[in-house]
């Protein structure tokens, strides 16, 4: 029969490697859920602001492109 000093000890190193939890894979620590949820919405604020300055681009592209055409109208009708 083990001892209880003995079975202390193995909880005491089992939660001691649970503590140090290693690395994974990618080499990152691990993440608590709350600094993952901030992680996801920092990515998706980012994307969106791709988005908006890619749609922006083209707005502004679209507006170059009328002025132009208005103004070969205006020259060649005028």
């Given amino acids: 029969m083990q001892e209880p000093n003995e079975e202390l000890s193995r909880r005491h190193l089992r939660r001691q ?9 990618s080499g990152d620590v691990t ?3 709350q ?20 749609r ?12 132009v055409i208005v103004y070969l109208i205006l020259f060649f009708v005028g």
């Fill in 31 to 33: 993440m608590t859920r």
């Fill in 56 to 67: 922006l681009n083209w707005v502004i592209l679209g507006l170059v492109v009328a002025i």
């Fill in 17 to 25: 490697a649970g503590d140090q939890a290693a690395p994974d894979a």
């Fill in 35 to 54: 600094e993952s949820l901030e992680l996801a919405k920092k990515e998706r604020q980012e994307m969106a602001t791709r988005q908006l300055k890619r």
